[in-house]
């Protein structure tokens, strides 16, 4: 209940799968890492012995930043007549 992606009378609703795969990539990684449950009194990763801090989004994000691919150079935008 906590993801409103799966619900299309909502304005979170993923039109697109790729969208819809990121969303729960985020929120995934959210309830692993970030979210401290309950029962368990830490993380999942914490119990799992996978991480030993709690991270927060910040963490995700430049996580997130430096796995994206670095832009390559550019070609020329029109042909060159010979």
């Known amino acids: 209940m906590q993801n409103r992606r799966f619900t299309r009378l909502t304005n979170v609703f993923s039109k697109k799968l790729d969208n819809h ?10 309830y692993i890492f970030c979210r401290i449950h309950k029962t368990l009194k830490v993380t999942p990763a914490m119990a799992a012995g996978v991480s030993d801090k709690l991270w927060s989004l910040e963490d995700i994000a430049e996580r997130i930043e430096a796995n994206r691919p670095q832009p390559g150079k550019r070609g020329p935008y029109k042909k060159r007549v010979a």
């Open 21 to 30: 795969t990121h969303a729960l990539a985020l929120y995934f990684a959210f």
